[in-house]
């Protein structure tokens, strides 16, 4: 079992930086493939950002291609999302997710098997 826990949304203006966390326990971690996905009320919840298993390989979204960075720590079993140049568009509550089936980097929600609670992300001046 997995347990993922976000931190580090909150809100800020057009143009500016969060950087999100997310710690997960259990050992397997380093062999989980990684993601972070967003959602609004009434939408979908949409892909934003995946690692693989060896944090060599990375996949994004094309709305956040280029301003967002997906990183892992394995000394820390930690998953970071550092979101630069934020747009108003960018706000929703972003979850963090591990795949235990998939070590590659993948942007399909039914390849992931743990969820965190999410953390919510709000850009507006």
């Known amino acids: 079992q997995v347990q993922l826990v976000e931190s580090g949304g909150g809100s800020v203006q057009p143009g500016g930086s969060l950087r999100l966390s997310c710690a997960a326990s259990g050992r397997t971690f380093s062999s989980y493939a990684m993601g972070w996905f967003r959602q609004v009320p009434g939408k979908e919840r949409e892909f934003v950002a995946a690692?693989?298993?060896?944090?060599?390989?990375?996949k994004y979204a094309n709305s956040v291609k280029g301003r967002f960075t997906i990183s892992r720590d394995y000394d820390k079993n930690t998953v970071y999302l550092q979101m630069n140049s934020l747009k108003p568009e960018d706000t929703a509550v972003y979850y963090c997710?591990?795949?235990?089936?998939?070590?590659?980097?993948?942007?399909?929600?039914?390849?992931?098997?743990?969820w965190g609670q999410g953390t919510q992300v709000t850009v507006s001046s």
């Open positions: 690692i693989n298993w060896s944090g060599r390989s990375t």
């Open positions: 997710a591990a795949s235990r089936t998939s070590s590659a980097a993948t942007s399909n929600t039914y390849e992931y098997n743990y």
